[in-house]
């Protein structure tokens, strides 16, 4: 089957390709390209070419079955020439999305128009690469190199109106982008056309500018390369002429190509791919999910509550009493008022959030609902209490999802009607940022239960792993381990800031002991002192010495560090020294580099156990928890990618 086609209209041919799902860039595509062009530049009836894209979207970017794999000819930088070279004109017309190597080829075309609804953009640094086929050279030479740097060392899209600002497009339309495509290079050839993109010329930067965007970069970075040595090319596409900019550009793309930092992220590109739809719930369809309900208008409730009205989703709030419900309503226009003051949402918008959200007190009023989510305290009474009167309303069909981070959700099910329908939806906190959503199916859950939960997790854009039943299932489970064994360095002689040092510097933005007191000691504490209560023999913890004594974090001034008021820096704590003399035994030394080494095994220990034990399907779904659930470095893989990397 023919990856593109070629019609004609008049003198102004169009080459429309057809390469589902997302038009990638594979070898028969880029050949097929190639030879368009030969083609079109020996038709004596052709002036110019408009190069459309059937389906959903423009290229969408590189093939990624040929990830890893030698490249073939013929290479896109030259189809990329071969383009711009092309004695006739192209004009790309863009829908969609037009990346990475998608949008290099639209580069190499004369001009570029699009859709409003479209967006451009060069992401290759989310895959630790840069982009490969003149993306940092042609770039500057159409938007300048400002807005350059900010489009490639990010890797953040831009949308049509914004593109078209930049200057890296030439037209938006609001429809029937083929016509009004084939309009525009009609006009187009009424008048002088402009150079090619190598030809245009570019301003160069002082030093001071490539220092402070170099500082700018680093910090965003958080340690991946690729960003970094993308600010190179540009710098090199700003100062030096175009073909040596390509070759430094090329080489630059290679040289990172086979980088573990790549790997890496295209292990978590697979992964994430992979997540929302797996392969046992491919023939099994969800119920529909039109109106929802959430139980409990805290900072979680909140928080499901407004990731649910982000998805267009109406919602029905439920709290216990009137001054409970004015406060969960509060919380819940203060997470759309924020999102306006960071040019998120418009005012229209937020309202429009805030106006499909009932907020009442009366169940009764969930009697239509699709889905009903409790975020009530974690508290199995009080879970049970709300599931009971749950049942009393809701339609016998009605998706019943539990949010809890420790409990068993077959305890807070029990004796509940028609227990197939329930499940459990760990969001993760705040519900409407983070993209983690760990769902933990009961014995009785329903196929068709299960796969609604991950339809919901596509319509919120989150990430979903499934998890079996244990405590803290996937990622409390590693966070213990990975805390407890934090406290072993710490009782061995590491000192606290080195321990966190060492974990900031691997990528994390704060090591276990700082986030402990960001966070509050006292959650784990109260956790552990309930399964004391339990009659469960939980060993003390340093943590539950520092609680007795008061020390709960931040929000006291004081837990593993010390602080001032009014300031977040951690500072060393003499009372902490004196509160632990008696535990720490050791006077172990280690760099930074082993610490993390050492407390990233311990995660991926508690992974593999994880895996026998069947608690997680895939090496895979423990490292996507661990990125979006707990902050590990994106560019490192995961715990379980790191450490098979490391041997």
């Given amino acids: 089957m023919s990856v593109l086609t070629i019609a004609r209209d008049g003198a102004i041919a169009t080459v429309t390709v057809d390469n589902p799902p997302v038009n990638a860039l594979s070898q028969a595509l880029r050949q097929g390209l190639w030879d368009a062009v030969a083609t079109l530049d020996a038709d004596p009836e052709i002036r110019a070419v ?12 590189a093939d990624v079955t040929e990830f890893g794999k ?14 711009e070279d092309a004695q006739k004109p192209w004009i790309a017309a863009i829908h969609g999305s037009a990346l990475g190597g998608g949008f290099e080829v639209a580069m190499g075309c004369r001009f570029r128009v699009a859709l409003d609804s479209a967006s451009v953009g060069l992401p290759e640094v989310t895959l630790g690469i840069v982009p490969g086929a003149s993306g940092t050279v042609r770039t500057p030479r159409l938007a300048g190199v400002e807005a350059a740097v900010d489009l490639v060392t990010s890797g953040k899209p831009v949308r049509a109106a914004k593109a078209l600002s930049l200057g890296l497009i030439d037209a938006v339309f609001a ?12 006009e187009a050839l009424t008048r002088d056309l402009p150079p090619p993109v190598s030809l245009r010329p570019i301003t160069a930067p002082n030093a001071a500018f490539w220092e402070d965007r170099r500082k700018t970069v680093t910090k965003a970075a958080k340690g991946a390369e690729a960003p970094l040595r993308a600010l190179d090319c540009l710098r090199k596409a ?5 073909a040596e900019a390509m070759a430094y550009e090329r080489q630059t793309f290679l040289d990172l190509r086979g980088s573990d930092q790549a790997a890496a992220l295209r292990h978590v590109f697979f992964a994430e791919r992979a997540a929302p739809r797996p392969a046992h719930l491919r023939d099994v369809g969800p119920l529909p999910l039109r109106r929802a309900g959430v139980i409990g208008g805290g900072t979680m409730g909140a928080g499901i509550a407004a990731a649910l009205r982000d998805a267009g989703i109406p919602v029905t709030l439920i709290e216990r009493d009137d001054e409970a419900l004015a406060r969960g309503t509060a919380t819940l226009r203060a997470i759309f008022d924020g999102a306006v003051k960071r040019g998120k949402l418009t005012d229209a918008q937020a309202d429009g959030r805030m106006a499909g959200v009932a907020a009442t007190t009366d169940y009764a009023a969930l009697s239509d609902a699709d889905l009903v989510i409790e975020a009530v305290f974690e508290d199995i009474a009080v879970k049970r209490a709300v599931l009971d009167q749950l049942a009393a309303v809701c339609r016998p069909d009605a998706v019943l999802a539990t949010n809890t981070s420790y409990l068993d959700p077959r305890l807070i099910a029990e004796g509940l009607p028609n227990p197939g329908r329930f499940i459990g939806l760990h969001f993760f906190s705040p519900a409407n940022v983070m993209r983690l959503l760990e769902i933990v199916p009961v014995p009785e859950t329903a196929p068709q239960t299960l796969a609604s939960g991950f339809a919901l997790a596509r319509m919120l854009n989150k990430i979903p792993v499934q998890s079996g039943i244990c405590e ?6 590693i966070l213990k381990r990975y805390r407890a064994g934090a406290e072993a360095l710490l009782r061995q ?19 276990p002991f700082e986030a402990q007191d960001l966070g509050g000691l006292d959650i784990a504490f109260l956790q552990r002192e309930g399964a004391r209560a339990a009659g469960r023999d939980v060993p003390e913890t340093l943590g539950d010495i ?10 006291t001034g004081g837990g593993w560090y010390d602080y001032a008021p009014g300031d977040r820096r951690p500072q060393p704590s003499t009372a902490v020294s004196d509160l632990l003399a008696g535990r720490i035994t050791g006077a172990v030394q280690m760099d930074h580099d082993a ?7 311990e995660m991926a220990a508690e992974g593999r156990a994880i895996l026998d034990e069947g608690i997680a399907a895939r090496a895979s779904d423990i490292d996507l928890v661990e990125i979006h659930g707990y902050g590990f470095p994106r560019w490192r893989g995961g715990p379980m990618f790191a450490t098979g990397r490391q041997g």
Avoid: S
């Avoid at 002689?493 to 090591?511: E, K, N, S």
């Fill in 175 to 186: 429809d029937d982008l083929h016509t009004n495509a084939l309009a525009f290079a009609r």
């Fill in 50 to 61: 408009v190069l459309i894209c059937a389906g959903r979207t423009f290229i969408a970017g």
């Fill in 546 to 555: 520092l609680v007795r004594a008061g020390r709960k974090g931040q929000k």
């Fill in 70 to 83: 030698p490249p073939q000819e013929p290479h896109l930088p030259d189809l990329v020439d071969r383009i």
């Fill in 472 to 477: 803290g299932f996937i990622g409390n489970r």
């Fill in 238 to 242: 700003a100062e030096a002429p175009f």
């Fill in 493 to 511: 002689g590491v000192p606290i800031a080195d321990i966190d040092a060492a974990m900031r510097g691997y990528g994390f933005a704060m090591g």
């Fill in 595 to 601: 610490i993390a080494r050492h407390l990233v095994a």
